[in-house]
């Protein structure tokens, strides 16, 4: 079974509470929420005020997710919203290994996201300190985005390394997760499956999280 961490970008902003009270009646496992800064991607989300606020009332663990430049910025501050997990960029962070050991010092799981045209083995040398890896199947930046198929590929090389070495550390996927890519990125060994639009967007949202955390991962 996988886990699902539905994503707060596509929610409906003039209703917030709204959409996080069916997020926590609902099956998601976690809350995702990207945090943009309109340099390292080209969009700007939205930052701490939103972020604490959502954090009062969000009964689901924190999954935040920085695209941002320099992210090891805001470890503190993300600690003190009680964030369970912060993901940060290795195209963003310059001394990946020292924000992974700030990060889990500050008593939150550590988790390195690649951008789709990075490839897995850049994570060799990192890979059994962090607690998990979040492979971006679009391009950074936008939600609603067409899903890049050699994710799936990129899935298995993952899975595969992570096997051979014997580490409990997750694969977060997020980008185009909906009711066609979602069991064949489960059947690649996907753990976590973030979903923002097709969640979001459907009339029955508690379903659809439902059917996708009753699937089965490798």
């Keep these: ?79 003190k919203l009680g964030a369970m997990m912060m993901n940060v960029h290795y195209e963003a962070s310059v001394h990946l290994h020292r924000t992974v050991q700030e990060i889990h010092d500050a008593g939150m799981k550590a ?34 985005q067409k899903f890049i198929e050699n994710t799936i590929e990129k899935v298995r090389r993952l899975r595969r390394m992570i096997a051979e070495k014997g580490f409990p550390t997750l694969i977060e996927v997020d980008g185009g997760v909906q009711g066609e890519t979602a069991p064949r990125l489960a059947a690649a060994g996907v753990d976590v499956l973030v979903s923002g639009s097709y969640v979001f967007n459907s009339p029955t949202p508690e379903q659809v999280i439902h059917d996708l955390r009753s699937l089965s991962s490798l």
């Design 1 to 79: 079974m996988v886990k699902v961490s539905p994503s707060l970008l596509a929610a409906d902003f003039l209703h917030l509470d709204r959409d996080i009270a069916m997020i926590n009646r609902s099956e998601a496992d976690w809350l995702h929420l990207d945090v943009m800064d309109g340099s390292f991607v080209p969009n700007i989300s939205f930052g701490f005020p939103v972020l604490e606020a959502v954090a009062k009332v969000c009964q689901k663990p924190l999954d935040v997710h920085y695209m941002i430049e320099r992210p090891e910025r805001y470890i503190k501050q993300t600690a």
């Design 111 to 144: 988790g390195v996201t690649l951008n789709p045209a990075t490839p897995v083995s850049m994570l060799e040398d990192i890979l059994g300190d962090v607690d998990m890896v979040l492979l971006m199947s679009v391009n950074p930046g936008f939600g609603g």
